[in-house]
């Protein structure tokens, strides 16, 4: 007996949008809590590290969101070629909150994991 | 900010029309915004294009760009927000109105925000309405359950003005009042 399961590309298509979007701050702020990255920079590590795309002009609103909340500084620094770069760090404040992301988060991956068995 | 130069003209059209469109999109922010958002963008093409050969400028230039995304659609939210802030801060009709018009869509606060200014622009007209039309504009009341603040045309037999001149008070003082509350509600709204 054989069943065919079509999968609702667009249901799951919308629901990874989604969870992009949740997840981007998370993954930055994982990022950031190295060392501190400018823009562009940032946009690489993201791009190494997951298989998200990324508009990539959506990270600046949203790494600017992040400094008007206080989770981030921001700072330019100049460079030799005239043009400088603006370099993200996690604020002391961003540094808590990233801690209790990481409880939030890891409590969600253990019920999935449960549920998920 | 420094402009970027690239050896292939066709790449420097590219970038020049595409900082034409930034400057446009945000042109409507305090110039020290308008400055952040161009470098920003700025930077990340200098360091997505620096090193790339003369013959492929275009090309890398192009997928940065492509990247990036549209700025008219990219940077709407964040000009939106910027806008917010600074119609918060200065408290300007001008830029109040330029915020509503950023963020009516983001939600009924805005909705109700916008009707209620709607209102408070009404209540300036009255003002005028009275000083050209005095005995059809005011307080109407009559027949027991006849109460109007505004303009009628036609007074039905038995309804009457009660204010007169202290008409022009109540109505500013209401302006007043009503002004107030709305700037609380856009407070809050900005603080969701």
């Given at each position: 007996?054989?069943?065919?399961?079509?999968?609702?590309?667009?249901?799951?298509?919308?629901?990874?949008s989604?969870?992009?979007?949740?997840?981007?701050?998370?993954?930055?702020?994982?990022?950031?809590?190295?060392?501190?990255?400018?823009?562009?920079?940032?946009?690489?590590?993201?791009?190494?590290?997951?298989?998200?795309?990324?508009?990539e002009?959506?990270?600046?609103?949203?790494?600017?969101?992040?400094?008007?909340?206080?989770?981030?500084?921001?700072?330019?620094?100049?460079?030799?070629?005239?043009?400088?770069?603006?370099?993200?760090?996690?604020?002391?404040?961003?540094?808590?909150?990233?801690?209790?992301?990481?409880?939030i988060?890891?409590?969600?991956?253990?019920?999935?994991?449960?549920?998920q068995? | 900010?420094?402009?970027?130069?690239?050896?292939?003209?066709?790449?420097?059209?590219?970038?020049?029309?595409?900082?034409?469109?930034?400057?446009?999109?945000?042109?409507?922010?305090?110039?020290?915004?308008?400055l952040?958002?161009?470098?920003?963008?700025?930077?990340?093409i200098?360091?997505?294009?620096?090193?790339?050969?003369?013959?492929?400028?275009?090309?890398?230039?192009?997928?940065?760009?492509?990247?990036?995304?549209?700025?008219?659609?990219?940077?709407?939210?964040?000009?939106?927000?910027?806008?917010?802030?600074?119609?918060?801060?200065?408290?300007?009709?001008?830029?109040?109105?330029?915020a509503?018009?950023?963020?009516?869509?983001?939600?009924v606060?805005?909705?109700?925000?916008?009707?209620?200014?709607?209102?408070?622009?009404s209540?300036?007209?009255?003002?005028l309405?009275?000083?050209?039309?005095?005995?059809?504009?005011?307080?109407?009341?009559?027949?027991?359950?006849?109460?109007?603040?505004g303009?009628?045309?036609?007074?039905?037999?038995?309804?009457?003005?009660?204010?007169?001149?202290?008409?022009?008070?109540?109505?500013?003082?209401?302006?007043?009042?009503?002004?107030?509350?709305?700037?609380?509600?856009?407070?809050?709204?900005?603080?969701?």
């Open positions: 007996m054989y069943y065919i399961c079509a999968m609702n590309s667009e249901f799951v298509q919308n629901w990874f989604q969870v992009k979007k949740g997840t981007l701050s998370y993954i930055i702020l994982i990022i950031l809590d190295e060392k501190e990255y400018y823009g562009y920079e940032l946009v690489q590590e993201i791009k190494t590290h997951t298989t998200l795309e990324v508009a002009g959506t990270l600046y609103p949203l790494l600017n969101r992040l400094k008007t909340e206080g989770i981030v500084d921001a700072k330019w620094i100049e460079q030799e070629s005239g043009i400088p770069r603006k370099y993200y760090t996690l604020s002391k404040d961003g540094k808590a909150t990233l801690t209790e992301m990481k409880k988060w890891s409590a969600l991956e253990t019920a999935i994991q449960k549920l068995k | 900010m420094k402009r970027i130069t690239f050896n292939n003209p066709t790449a420097q059209k590219i970038y020049d029309d595409y900082f034409k469109r930034v400057r446009r999109c945000v042109s409507i922010l305090p110039e020290s915004d308008q952040e958002m161009i470098m920003e963008l700025n930077s990340h200098y360091e997505a294009t620096q090193g790339a050969a003369p013959a492929n400028e275009v090309e890398v230039l192009v997928n940065t760009i492509e990247n990036l995304g549209m700025p008219e659609e990219v940077l709407a939210p964040a000009v939106a927000d910027k806008k917010v802030k600074q119609a918060t801060r200065s408290f300007n009709p001008k830029h109040i109105f330029q509503l018009y950023l963020n009516i869509f983001n939600g606060g805005y909705v109700l925000f916008a009707l209620v200014y709607l209102l408070i622009i209540f300036g007209f009255l003002i309405f009275k000083l050209i039309y005095p005995a059809h504009t005011g307080f109407f009341t009559g027949s027991g359950h006849v109460f109007f603040f303009f009628m045309a036609e007074i039905p037999v038995g309804v009457k003005e009660q204010l007169g001149n202290w008409f022009f008070i109540t109505d500013i003082t209401l302006m007043a009042v009503l002004y107030f509350l709305n700037t609380l509600l856009f407070r809050l709204l900005k603080g969701k």
